[in-house]
């Protein structure tokens, strides 16, 4: 069963910046195409950030040009940079499969923008 730890979340102000990580625990992991999803409460999961095994990368409007997603395959980890965080980007944060059946969600990192 494949394991996915989200952390780095925290408590921040508007413009501040945070670094999530997403480590996963399946072997082949280079071959995948990850995503970054959010939740915020009231509102359903949203897809915010996606990078292909190709390191190709795409990004909801609402993140473009400050939020960057990345990976390390070697550690199997992928990560999320965040800057010019604002209030509505405050969510719960996962990680997971961009495409096809996602895996067992993970516990996900809770990013709160607030000033």
């Known amino acids: 069963q494949v394991q996915l730890v989200e952390s780095g979340g925290g408590s921040v102000q508007p413009g501040g910046s945070l670094r999530l990580s997403c480590a996963a625990s399946?072997?082949?992991?280079?071959?995948?195409?990850m995503g970054w999803y959010r939740q915020a409460p009231g509102k359903q999961r949203e897809l915010v950030a996606t990078?292909?095994?190709?390191?190709?990368?795409n990004y909801v409007d609402s993140v473009k040009g400050r939020f960057t997603i990345s990976r390390d395959n070697a550690k199997k980890t992928v990560f999320l940079q965040m800057n010019s965080l604002k209030p509505e980007d405050t969510a719960v944060y996962y990680c997971?499969?961009?495409?096809?059946?996602?895996?067992?969600w993970g516990q996900g990192t809770q990013v709160t923008v607030s000033s």
């Open positions: 399946r072997s082949l992991f280079s071959i995948l195409s």
């Open positions: 997971n499969k961009a495409t096809g059946a996602p895996y067992s």
């Open positions: 990078i292909t095994s190709g390191d190709n990368t």
